[in-house]
């Protein structure tokens, strides 16, 4: 199978965000609350129509993957996100760009999203 061009791919927006909380959070503990978040406020349908992907999660600052037209749909999902394994939590949306780059760039001084630190134990 080919690869499909640029032109006919599913656009996407990426949110820089800025986790305040009240004690460390493990990144596979917030994509868990994530998915659970989404599930619940939007349903099963509404949450794959959104396309939410935690990219990057370091330093209590991350960024997220969602659709374009559902970039309001994804800020609500985080917005409803209290707690995470008992530690309470608030998402600060730093802002939305087209591009991996441009997000970090512009709101996330020092967030490796290629290289994260935190992902190197998924492929053992």
Do not use: W
Not at 51 to 57: E, T
Not at 76 to 103: E, K, W, Y
């Amino acid at each position: 199978m080919k690869i499909l061009p640029p032109t006919l791919r599913d656009g996407r927006r990426y949110l820089a965000f800025e986790l305040i909380a009240e004690g460390p959070v493990k990144r596979d503990d917030l994509i868990r609350e994530i998915f659970s978040a989404a599930g619940s406020l939007l349903g099963d349908v509404g949450a794959s129509e959104c396309a939410i992907r935690l990219l990057a999660f370091e330093d209590m600052k991350g960024v997220v993957r969602c659709s374009p037209e559902r970039t309001s749909n994804t800020r609500a999902v985080l917005a409803t996100i209290r707690d995470v394994r008992g530690t309470r939590v608030l998402f600060h949306v730093l802002g939305i760009s087209g591009t991996v780059r441009a997000a970090t760039k512009k709101y996330l001084a020092g967030v490796d999203v290629f290289n994260p630190v935190e992902q190197s134990h998924i492929n053992e």
